[in-house]
T-cell receptor, first 119, second 112 residues
């Protein structure tokens, strides 16, 4: 069973450019979540995809967008890069479902991350 | 709304000493609770989780955490730390939503 993988490992872009980050989810998982971790901070939730649709979104502007593919892998796209977008971007995969209480239940397993530097 | 407070940004400790990393959360509804560990230049690894049932949960490498609903806490403990436990530790909370809400992290530094 393979774990969560992300590509590329590192990336350097200039302000105003666009970037695409990729994530392959763990075998058997149906949900992918993306987080941004600035230096010295805890990860911040960007959004989550379940069955190819956005399941929930954090406080990030629309220039952050994503996709989930039929094999449950995912992409994070960021347009019009800003200096503050420099961070570690983490992908997490999970098997998500609504329990009998109606509450969304999943345990998220993280990939190694992509370090994005915007100059 | 919910938030997570990790009360200590850094915890220095000697090898083989016990350690406690504190985590408090605020939430008006029932929650799921997690501890993740991050080694330098790596992603997050799940250490342990509380979803329901027994309030004391354990990891395979000797860590344990206890969910205390009245004190809204989920402190992480280990009776005897190793040099290899040096890392950043993150507490995270999730209620009925989809997002993990993380604390700012606690840096555990174990020295000989």
């Amino acid at each position: 069973e393979t774990g969560v993988t992300q590509s590329p490992t590192h990336l350097i872009k200039t302000r105003g450019q666009q970037v695409t980050l990729r994530c392959s989810s763990q075998s058997g998982h149906n949900t992918v979540s993306w987080y941004q971790q600035a230096l010295g901070q805890g990860p911040q939730f960007i959004f989550q995809y379940y069955r190819e649709e956005e399941n929930g979104r954090g406080n990030f502007p629309p220039r952050f967008s994503g996709l989930q593919f039929p094999n449950y892998s995912s992409e994070l796209n960021v347009n019009a890069l800003e200096l503050d977008d420099s961070a570690l971007y983490l992908c997490a995969s999970s098997y998500g479902f609504k329990g009998t209480s109606g509450k969304w239940t999943d345990t998220q397993y993280f990939g190694p991350g992509t370090r994005l530097t915007v100059l | 709304a919910q938030s997570v407070t990790q009360l200590d940004s850094q915890v220095p400790v000697f090898e083989e000493a016990p350690v406690e990393l504190r985590c408090n959360y605020s939430s008006s509804v029932s929650v799921y609770l997690f501890w993740y560990v991050q080694y330098p230049n790596q992603g997050l690894q799940l250490l342990l989780k509380y979803l329901s049932g027994s309030t004391l949960v354990e990891s395979i490498n000797g860590f344990e955490a206890e969910f205390n609903k009245s004190q809204t806490s989920f402190h992480l403990r280990k009776p005897s730390v190793h040099i290899s436990d040096t890392a950043e530790y993150f507490c995270a909370v999730k209620n009925s939503g989809y997002a993990l809400n993380f604390g700012k992290g606690t840096s555990l530094l174990v020295t000989p």
